[in-house]
């Protein structure tokens, strides 16, 4: 088992940036990436970005390209979304997800924390 716990969410006005946090515990040896997700009111969920658990490679969405950065730290076992010029539509509860395998099927999810951009 994995668990994730985000952090960072709040409120902020449109330009304005935040970074969000997810520490994962447990079995993290088994982790192979992990990802950010958001779920917006009368939205799917959708994927935002994603980190290898080893090696270099990145994964964002079109939406994130250019204002979002995906980082982690292996020693901390934390994993960080920093998020700049925000926008309304970035609106949601993001989420971070573990990955065993590269399968595309997210096993462990976190909470969510709220972020709220307002114009």
């Known amino acids: 088992q994995v668990q994730l716990v985000e952090s960072g969410g709040g409120l902020v006005q449109a330009g304005g940036s935040l970074r969000l946090s997810c520490v994962a515990s447990g079995r993290t040896f088994g982790v192979y990436r992990i990802g950010w997700f958001r779920h917006a009111p009368g939205k799917e969920r959708e994927f935002v970005a994603a980190?290898?658990?080893?090696?270099?490679?990145?994964y964002y969405a079109d939406s994130a390209k250019g204002r979002f950065t995906i980082s982690r730290d292996n020693a901390k076992n934390m994993v960080y979304l920093q998020m700049n010029r925000l926008k309304p539509e970035d609106t949601a509860v993001y989420y971070c997800?573990?990955?065993?395998?590269?399968?595309?099927?997210?096993?462990?999810w976190g909470q969510g924390t709220q972020v709220t951009v307002s114009s």
């Open positions: 997800a573990a990955e065993r395998t590269d399968s595309g099927e997210y096993d462990y």
């Open positions: 980190i290898a658990w080893s090696g270099i490679s990145t």
